[in-house]
């Protein structure tokens, strides 16, 4: 009986050490926080951030400020894979994918049509999920790997790692995830708009200046090929024809030369497609809500609806006319009319995306439907 009960132990803990050997154990791991992938001569160059949750894990802030956050890690190949393995080359412990979160690519990956075949090596891996957020840069991607939050804050925190707190604040261009970047693909007109991020020395500390990664704009990718960056002030108009946009800001000049800026809370769009003989053309409704932040002189409400609308109007022209010379559905009209009616859809769309023109907007209406002040009134405060 003694025997049978000892056999019957040293079976149970075998099973259950068994069970541990291929366990992690979580101080011999190193977390990988984001990406960056270039191409030159050739080949893939791996830039990899690992950071240090010992720092971060119980704090928005580091335990300790003055330690390291994140480190950057490089290696080249042929392929990713390549890449990839000649990184593993030099790392001290096993690399965990589980907390992968961006991953930012060169100007040079998108030209070279190499923005597919990186996606499509992070999908096919196991340990990394699709809410992976996605860049592109004309700046060196070590760079933008190497920008850390200001005041310190945990990198898992930052605006690449975590865009939608700061989307929220302002909506210039909406942040993309691989599940929304393959939608997006699969949809007509089977385009997608990557945030294009550049590296700026804009902020200072006691330490000395801060590098931060500023939105610029986006890069415009098919399953095929890249179409080019929309950025600066070309690329406002994404903003007011988003049912997505949180908040943004529309400023204007007044006859004395005055500026005066408005904040837009809420923005409501409708496109209707107008189907006619030969063509289709699209109706779109813009709706607006928006704040008096400041004015620096007396002026009517009428004066003010009148400016933002001015204001709307241009920027989402001058972006359809810029996508339009990139030929990119910038705004999504084909998709429009293809949820609308796919039997007129067919008829008319030539590789999935309808052929735009400079007419195709037939009609475009901005809408101030309210307008309100923080302070209820819009009056200068102190009148000279």
Partial sequence: MTTRILVLLLAILSAVLSGCMDSNEPE???YINGVGVDYRDGKYELYAQFISFANTAKSDQPVDPGATQAEVGHAKGKTL???LFELYHSVDQKVYWGHFNYIVASEEVMVNGKFSPVIDNFIRYHETRYQVWLYTTK????DVLLVRPVLNKSMTLSKLGDPRNS????SFVQPLNIRQLLIGLDEPSHEAMIPLISVEENWQSDKGPIKAPVLSGVGVITPTSFKGFISGDKARGIQWMSNNTKRGLVAFDLDSGNRS????????????PVIGKTEVKFDIDVELWATISSVEQDVSTDRIRKEII??????????????????VDIYHLSEKLYRKNVKEWKKYHK?????????SIRNLKVRVTKLASDRKSYKETVEE
């Fill in 28 to 30: 011999r791991m190193l």
């Fill in 81 to 83: 894979d390549e890449a």
């Fill in 139 to 142: 700046d060196p991607v070590q």
């Fill in 167 to 170: 989307y929220e604040q302002e």
């Fill in 261 to 272: 800026t408005v904040t837009i809370d809420k923005v409501k769009v409708k496109i209707k």
């Fill in 310 to 327: 001015k204001v709307v109007e241009r920027e989402i022209k001058e972006t359809y006319e810029e996508a339009l010379e990139k030929n």
């Fill in 351 to 359: 590789d999935g995306k309808l052929e735009l023109t400079e007419d």
